[in-house]
């Protein structure tokens, strides 16, 4: 696995940070610890030969079965994924980071779990973080603003959570 | 009765003195500086009116004031332009420096 | 008219006529407001249409959607009028009656052809300009009352705009009047009968660029396009008329057509020959019969009623050739409104500061520049376009002061030769006003015209 | 049909009775109104109703210099001072009643004598015969021009006059009055200048400098970044990429 | 700091104390394109900052696809970017496929070009006719729609949409073109060279369309990069970078053999790269960059769309011939319940607006776990914000009308 420069590099650099890295995927790979997540994110677009200048995309994946039976099927405790795409215009290479979150902070339901922001790094990652706080309820700390974007500002809840549930009313309007 | 004598000096002399202590009397009363400088511009109207009625050939074709009242008048306007344009300066730069257009409130000599 | 009403009733001198006349005189000028309005708002459809390359109008009223704007004034008056809640009330409400009021008010001293005018005013040039520029009361107060910030921002371009535009209007209005010697539009337009050379803007390159400037400052004057930011749609929704719907709306528009209208036919008379075509059908074909040595007689006079007979006492070709000439400068006013059109069509909307800019860094020096050239063209007597086919202008203008000749000769000397009668105007100096001071009195206002 | 028959001599008294009315009646609007944009739009009307009056007296270049520079300029101008100002506080601001009081007593005393001595000279009060011929010839402007430049068109008899040198006429105060409005000019434009830069000039406005300062010094950086890649975009984790073996 | 070096002629000082006043520019504005809603807080006519409000147009298109298969989502790819549905199509059919590992025939693949190069023919048109709206030029909106309903008409003949067509499938497409519909699509060609002469006149050289938006919004090539920007946005940049040249092989592939430029300018010498291709045959091919035009402002955004057509025309051109020269299949759709591997897969394709990207996270069945639809649009408009500092109100349209957006896309 060393023999790929971009992962020895970085698994010189942050060590245990580095958690695994996935080269069977159809795009591969690799997944980090949220603590290091802005300076793995700093050291990749800066890194010569490598240059990661644009975020393509913030994805939130939750990984929650409803259905208990379906849950007891898969290999999985319940959690949060955050796909980060990135690319360089310079390079033209490609790249995804995954960092694995729990569902709820302490495992407190209501409580958003945290996650460092990238806003400082790429500006593009702003409305990206704000979006995946919006919609998939992931608390980014050290956002600039973080507020919801494409929901109203009173909404309640994160509509592409797996458990969330349509309100019944807003403002009077039927919501189901 | 008004209709039947017929219109002469006095009448347009009249008019004036009415729009003059009209004008005096918005600039005495009224706290807003643009107000004052509104009552400026009746109060000059209503000395054009004496130029014009004085040098009017239709008013008084014997003794008239002829070109000199509306040349008088003409100056009188343009200068009342001129006196706009200045005051209206004061007026705006006292609401920069005082934030408000209460000529009560402009008692300091420090601009 | 008023002699002529009085003449039919048989009371003489009556005030019936007057206020017959007046009234008329009102009617007439509201259809050119109103029914001018209707037109250009259909010619605007139909010419943007075809423009961009589609119809416009097409269904209502027969063939070419003649009906389209009435059927759409129908709906405008049957609109609800909507006041908004944070709107000054009265002001919001008096808004639009002031600018139709301005725009209207203008078409008093604005002579149709020679005599067809609703008042000769000496100075109407300046009339006009003035009360035309009356009617941006109408779009700061429309704009402030509304309550709206939208509609403050289009008031106070607009009164930014028009104030800065007036400057250069004024100067290139004033070429003209210089060249004629006078303010009164009816001597200005009928100084240019004859051929098309005798157009003031072709007397030389100077009126010729101040024409174009005064048509550019006269289009921002009025508001339209690329100089229509106060009613910008993309940056201000609708600027000032944003909160206005129903009749108030479209009053805001019949004030701008006829403005339109009134800045083009200004240009026309200033400029183009106003009444007159470029080619002088009605003289050649001798309509007018010797009224090219004096039109501005009275189509009606009541003199010759009494001695020789109603039919004789009305001129048939001095009326014929009065209403060739009404079509004359409608057509002119038509085509500078479809020129104000074209350009709307064609060109994107200028930004407030270029507008600005465009003001007082090119109108006013160029139309300060064409001012001085034509004034020192004029002095140095250099050649005009009137000498380019040898009909001088002032030839016509000294016949129509012939009529005014033995007056002016009983006050002179005997000296004055009856055969070269003195031209007004042409050499303003001390000697030659000492000589002729009432020449300067243009005679169509004292032997012609509606009084 | 007697009735319409009567020649009617009042269209002067007629005409001036309406914009007496209006010039007066809006003037008092301008005194009464607390409102100082509606103040502003009835000074418009009673302006505008004086050009009427300088119409009726045979004015008519006076009449349209009012429209034109009173009413079109100046009170444009006037509006436009007002919508600057015009913050909620300022747009109403009542009058003090002491105010009221002394300003009625001395305005109306000023205007008892005033038209006391309208009334009072008998030259002035009686109507005089009108010359048809003078009245037009008065409503011609272009002596009033030649007048500005120092000819006096309508005192040729008189002799003795100054005309004959060339002196009379108002040439001076034309030349003086042009040259105090260029000063005015200036002087309008150095006072409403603020000294200093105002606030909206000294953050917002400089962001957008420094946006534009940024901007150029981040292009000087980027010549040396962009370079053309012609292979087609990678992903950098993928073992079969030759860049990835070396 | 050399604040003083920048001599920058949009920068106003005032004269008048004024205050500061929030406006709300939209959700119902003309020139917001849409439900976008713009808080401005402007000093009279200059605005100082600008916060965009989205989400008037949220239809939770991506919680939606997780209870849909992977065919059944199609139409709501549509309704993202509805001025380019075909390539919204195409993004989704792309990433799907790259998920089966799927290979698309020969003759799908030139169907694709010819599709998805006529819908960018179609989006761009409306770019630049709205966007000589935003400028208040009326006419050449009408020009636009004129070309683009002849582009909707070939499309409706092909799948009997106009504007939500669900024609591009994972998979191929739902129907081969039909019998002659390629001479009509050449015939379109020809006539629509002639229009775009045309449209350089009544905007690319007209000069007050030139004064308002050379030097308005300039953005630089890194800050277009650091805020997400893509298509021509970032190429008016200055930055050469265009995914059917860069991207993914998969992408790429699908232009292989076809010649055409990317538009984009040096930005040493700011000039755009001479092209071989005769598109008209003079010199209203490339017309001249105005003086007072920077790398990365309006005018340079417009004109990269501009030319961009002009690349469009030609690879349909080659991409009909190589239609016609193949014969068989075109690429079935799969099938509507087609199982999805346990494997997540993300693609990016080169829409009219930007980098489409959609990404998708299978769980075996057929129904995927996680849809995900990475808008061009949301990341150019982001750029709005630090572009609307300091400018006039009159540029607030220019500048968001140069980014083209659609609020479709963005709130998905």
């Not at chain 3, 690329?226 to 609708?238: N, T």
């Not at chain 3, 074909?285 to 009494?306: C, Q, R, W, Y």
Request: proline share 4%; charged share 20%.
């Amino acid at each position: 696995m060393s023999e790929i420069p971009l992962v020895s590099e970085l698994r010189a650099k942050f060590g245990e940070g580095i958690i695994d890295v996935n080269l069977e995927a159809i795009d591969e790979w690799v997944e980090v610890t949220p603590g290091v997540l802005v300076e793995v994110c700093q050291y990749l677009k800066e890194a010569e030969g490598f240059r990661f200048d644009m975020c393509n995309s913030i994805t939130v994946v939750d990984y929650l079965h409803t259905d208990p039976k379906k849950a007891a099927k898969v290999d999985w405790d319940p959690h949060l994924e955050l796909v980060y795409h990135l690319s360089s215009i310079a390079t033209k290479l490609t790249l995804v980071l995954k960092v694995k979150i729990p569902r709820w902070k302490n495992g407190v339901e209501g409580d958003l779990p945290g996650v460092p922001s990238v806003a400082g790094v790429w500006s593009t990652a702003d409305w990206h973080e704000r979006e995946a706080y919006d919609l998939s309820g992931v608390n980014f700390l050290g956002h600039p603003h973080l507020k919801r974007i494409l929901c109203p500002d009173d909404w309640e809840g994160h509509p592409l959570r797996k458990d969330y549930e349509m309100p019944l009313e807003y403002h009077g309007i039927r919501g189901r | 009765m008004l209709l039947i004598g017929t219109v002469s000096v006095s009448w347009y002399l009249a008019v004036g003195a009415v729009l003059f202590v009209l004008g005096a009397v918005c600039m005495a009363t009224k706290r807003n500086l643009l107000g004052v400088l509104m009552g400026v511009e009746l109060v000059l109207n209503g000395a054009n009116m004496n130029f014009i009625a004085f040098g009017s050939k239709v008013l008084r074709p014997e003794g008239s004031l002829g070109l000199d009242g509306q040349l008088i008048a003409l100056f009188v306007i343009v200068l009342a332009a001129a006196e706009a344009a200045v005051a209206l300066a004061i007026a705006l730069n006292f609401y920069n420096n005082h934030n408000t257009v209460d000529v009560d409130r402009a008692n300091e000599l420090n601009g | 008219m008023a002699d002529f009403v009085n003449y039919i009733l048989n009371i003489e001198g009556s005030w019936f006529g007057y206020v017959v006349a007046a009234l008329v005189a009102a009617v007439l000028i509201l259809h050119v407001v109103a029914v001018g309005a209707l037109l250009f708002i259909w010619m605007e459809r139909k010419i943007s249409g075809r423009i961009q390359d589609r119809l416009g109008p097409t269904r209502v009223g027969g063939k070419f959607g003649w009906l389209q704007t009435l059927a759409d004034g129908i709906k405008l008056i049957a609109k609800e009028d909507v006041t908004p809640d944070l709107a000054d009330k009265f002001l919001f409400k008096i808004a639009p009656y002031v600018g139709l009021a301005a725009s209207y008010a203008a078409f008093i001293a604005l002579p149709f052809a020679d005599g067809v005018v609703g008042l000769h005013i000496n100075t109407a040039v300046f009339f006009v300009l003035a009360v035309l520029g009356l009617e941006v009361f109408s779009v700061i107060l429309a704009g402030y009352a509304s309550g709206s910030k939208w509609s403050l921002f289009g008031a106070m371009r607009e009164a930014a705009q028009v104030v800065s535009y007036e400057v250069p209007l004024g100067m290139c209005v004033v070429v003209p009047v210089m060249i004629c010697g006078t303010m009164n539009l009816t001597t200005i337009a009928n100084m240019q009968a004859g051929f098309l050379t005798n157009w003031l803007v072709f007397n030389d390159p100077f009126t010729f660029l101040t024409a174009i400037v005064y048509f550019t400052c006269a289009t921002a004057g009025v508001n339209r396009a690329p100089f229509d930011l106060a009613e910008a749609e993309s940056e201000l929704v609708a600027g000032f008329h944003t909160e206005y719907s129903g009749l108030r709306w479209s009053l805001f528009f019949m004030a701008e057509y006829s403005s339109m209208f009134i800045v083009s036919a200004l240009a026309s008379i200033l400029f183009f020959g106003g009444p007159h075509g470029p080619i002088p059908v009605t003289e050649i074909l001798g309509f007018a019969g010797d009224s090219l040595g004096n039109p501005g007689m009275e189509a009606f006079s009541e003199e010759t009623a009494k001695n020789d007979g109603f039919f004789a006492a009305t001129q048939f070709g001095l009326i014929l050739s009065r209403i060739i000439g009404v079509v004359n400068l409608l057509i002119k006013g038509c085509i500078g409104v479809t020129v104000m059109m074209w350009v709307r069509w064609s060109f994107p909307r200028l930004r407030i500061d270029q507008v600005m800019t465009m003001c007082l860094k090119y109108c006013v020096p160029l139309a300060a520049i064409g001012f001085l050239g034509a004034t020192t063209w004029q002095a140095l007597d250099l050649p005009t376009g009137t000498t380019l086919t040898g009909s001088h202008r002032y030839e016509y203008h000294e016949l129509w002061t012939a009529g005014l000749k033995d007056k002016v000769l009983l006050d002179q000397d005997e000296t004055a030769d009856s055969s070269e009668a003195p031209i007004p105007h042409e050499n303003d100096t001390q000697t030659e006003v000492n000589k002729v001071p009432l020449k300067t009195v243009p005679v169509s206002v004292l032997k012609g015209g509606e009084r | 049909m007697d009735l319409i028959a009567v020649a009617w001599p009042y269209w002067h008294q007629f005409f001036f009775i309406i914009f007496a009315a209006t010039a007066v009646g809006f003037g008092f609007g301008v005194l009464l109104s607390k409102n100082v944009v509606r103040m502003a739009f009835y000074l418009v009307l009673s302006l505008g109703s004086t050009a009427g009056l300088f119409f009726l007296a045979g004015a008519e270049f006076v009449g349209a210099m009012q429209l034109m520079i009173y009413v079109g300029g100046t009170l444009v101008l006037l509006i436009f001072g007002v919508m600057l100002t015009a913050q909620k506080d300022f747009i109403n601001m009542d009058t003090h009643t002491q105010d009221w009081i002394l300003a009625t007593i001395v305005g109306g005393s000023l205007l008892m004598v005033l038209l006391f001595a309208a009334f009072g000279a008998d030259d002035w009060s009686t109507p005089q015969d009108i010359n048809d011929a003078q009245v037009e010839a008065t409503k011609e402007a272009t002596p009033l021009g030649l007048a500005l430049t120092g000819i006096r068109v309508d005192k040729l008899g008189d002799s003795g006059d100054a005309v004959d040198d060339g002196k009379s006429g108002y040439l001076m105060p034309f030349i003086i009055v042009s040259i105090h409005l260029l000063v005015v000019l200036i002087g309008a434009a150095y006072m409403a200048r603020t000294k200093k830069l105002s606030h909206a000039t000294d953050d917002k406005s400089s962001r957008a400098k420094l946006m534009l300062f940024k901007m150029e010094h981040e292009s000087e950086q980027l010549e040396e970044e962009t370079y053309v890649v012609t292979h087609r975009g990678k992903s950098a984790l993928n073992p079969l990429d030759p860049q990835n073996e070396n | 700091m050399a604040t003083s070096k920048i001599d920058d002629p949009r920068v106003i000082e005032f004269d008048v104390r004024t205050d500061e006043m929030l406006i709300n520019m939209g959700p119902q504005h003309p020139s917001t394109h849409g439900v976008l809603r713009l808080v401005l807080r402007t000093d009279g006519e200059v605005v100082s900052d600008v916060e965009p409000h989205l989400g008037y147009l949220h239809r939770c298109a991506e919680k939606i696809g997780e209870n849909l298969t992977a065919r059944q989502w199609i139409p709501y790819t549509d309704r993202m970017d509805y001025l380019a549905a075909m390539n919204m199509n195409l993004g989704w059919s792309l990433v799907i496929e790259k998920m089966l590992e799927y290979d698309l025939p020969e003759r799908g693949r030139h169907l694709r070009v010819i599709i998805s190069e006529m819908g960018r023919i179609a989006s761009h048109l409306v770019a630049m006719g709205t966007y000589g709206l935003d400028l208040g030029s009326f006419t050449p909106f009408l020009y636009g729609f004129r070309e683009r309903e002849k582009i909707l008409n070939l499309f409706e003949e092909a799948c009997g949409a106009r504007l939500t067509y669900s024609y591009l499938t994972p998979g191929g497409a739902t129907a081969d073109l039909p019998a002659g519909w390629t001479d009509k699509c050449r015939q379109f060609l020809a006539e629509f060279k002639e229009v775009v002469p045309e449209l350089h006149t009544l905007l690319t050289t007209n000069s007050i369309f030139v004064s308002r938006t050379a030097g308005i919004g300039v953005m630089s090539a890194k800050m277009a990069i650091d805020y997400g920007c893509t298509g021509p946005v970032l190429r008016g940049s200055g930055v050469y970078h265009d995914l059917r040249f860069h991207g993914e092989e998969r992408y790429t592939e699908m232009y292989e053999g076809y010649v055409f430029d990317v538009i984009c300018a040096d930005p040493e010498t700011g000039k755009y790269p001479e092209s071989n291709y005769e598109f008209h045959g003079d010199s209203l091919d490339y017309p001249e960059i105005p003086r007072q035009a920077i790398l990365g402002d309006c005018w340079h955004r417009f004109y990269v769309r501009m030319l961009e057509v002009v690349q469009s025309v030609r690879l349909i051109e080659q991409a009909i011939e190589k239609y016609e020269a193949t014969s068989g299949d075109w690429g079935k759709p799969i099938k509507l319940v087609q199982k999805l591997p346990a494997k997540e897969a993300y693609m990016e394709t080169e829409a009219p607006r930007g980098q489409m990207g959609f990404y998708v996270v299978g769980n075996g069945d057929s129904i995927p776990w996680r849809v995900r639809a990475r808008s061009s649009s949301f990341c150019n408009l982001s750029v709005t914000a630090p572009l609307c500092q300091g400018i006039l109100l009159a540029d607030i349209p220019a500048i968001v009308g140069s980014l083209d957006v659609v609020m479709g896309e963005i709130d998905r």
